[in-house]
């Protein structure tokens, strides 16, 4: 009898060790937000489990419980926030958190009801964009990078509509606040919307936008954070590759059509 119970559990622990059965130590809590976050993860866990981890999905709709989450000990991981975030929330709350891999970004686009293209709008074009630094910046950014402005060098991702050195099209640009931008867009002959708003609006970015924020080397992807002391973390490494996975770029492609976009 010893012998038999010997041998059964010498094959249950063998058969723990075995790719597809997670181990106790492969549990990983990832804190991510609701809607395009947690769908995206549902996947990413699906993934994950060939792989023996079990990743355990917390929800916040609060932009502030994550981190403080993560770095309290509460998640492993955090996954719903872009690096200027996590930058701001590391220098103003003192936390020792970090960026370990890419994961989406929801590019910003520029909308018009009147024109097709950048290029055809006209002189004195009136053209909205957010009066907050940061949306307000990435809405200059995108005017910038199509061509109808320049910015003065060195500005980085918060440049204000005071750093335009060039407006050779003479743009009026209005600020206005980021939700009243669709409504707007009716009175503007152009208006650079984040895409949470243009979607209420039923403005997809990738059917509607004239003009969208790339993807490559953009400062306002999102990332999967870990304490600075679990950056290395093999565990947390391999949650990172199964959200690299193709079958996820290819879920994100086409379960949101342009609305969000890989960034790896």
Known sequence: MRIASFLKTAAVAAALLLPGFAQAGDKVTV???????????????KVAAKDGIDIQIRVFNDYLLPNAALDAGDLDLN?????PFLENQVKTKGYKIVAIGDT???????????????????????????????NGGRGLLLLAAQGLIKLKDGVGILPRVLDIT??????????????????SLDDLDAAVINTNY?????????????????TKNNPYGNIIAAREKDKDNPLYLRVVKAYHDDAIRQFILTQFKGAQLPVW
């Open 31 to 45: 804190g991510v937000s609701g809607g395009d976050g947690e769908v995206i993860w549902q996947e990413v866990k």
């Open 79 to 83: 996954a719903f926030q872009h690096k």
């Open 104 to 134: 989406i970004v929801s590019p910003i686009g520029l909308y018009s009801k009147k024109v097709k293209a950048p290029a055809e709008l006209k002189e004195g074009a009136q053209v909205g964009i957010a009066n907050d630094p940061s």
């Open 166 to 183: 060039e407006n050779p099209k003479k743009l009026k640009v209005r600020e206005l606040d980021a939700a009243q931008l669709p409504r």
């Open 198 to 214: 243009a979607l209420q609006a039923n403005l997809h970015p990738g059917r509607d936008a004239i003009a969208v924020e790339g």
